[in-house]
Nanobody, 120 residues
Framework: QVQLAESGGGVVQPGGSLRLSCVASGSVSTIATMGWYRQGSGSQRELVAAITGGVRTYYVDSVKGRFTIAGDDAKNAVYLQMNSLKPEDTAVYYC??????????????WGQGTQVTVSS
């Protein structure tokens, strides 16, 4: 089993930045991919960004050029730097991790979620 602990959510004005962090514990040696999903009010959950093997990344089109995902193997962590935030980025962001070596595939382990609100 893998446990995921997220931090870094909050309230920010449009155009602002936030950095989300997710630290894994437990059977971390099984992790090949870590990523972030989000679910806004009344919306389906969507994959925002993911990273496999510390190198191969995926970004949903709506965040390309604004968000950056990075992993830290030594800390068993993944980070999501979010710049130029827009109101439509408002959502609960969930860390996701697991053993499947494809960044676009939903992994089996989930964090509790952290709220990101972009509002003036």
């Amino acid at each position: 089993q893998v446990q995921l602990a997220e931090s870094g959510g909050g309230v920010v004005q449009p155009g602002g930045s936030l950095r989300l962090s997710c630290v894994a514990s437990g059977s971390v040696s099984t992790i090949a991919t870590m990523g972030w999903y989000r679910q806004g009010s009344g919306s389906q959950r969507e994959l925002v960004a993911a990273i496999t093997g510390g190198v191969r990344t995926y970004y949903v089109d709506s965040v390309k050029g604004r968000f950056t995902i990075a992993g830290d193997d030594a800390k068993n962590a993944v980070y999501l730097q979010m710049n130029s935030l827009k109101p439509e980025d408002t959502a609960v962001y969930y860390c996701n991790a697991g053993p499947i070596s494809l960044p676009t595939v939903e992994q089996p382990f989930w964090g509790q979620g952290t709220q990101v609100t972009v509002s003036s």
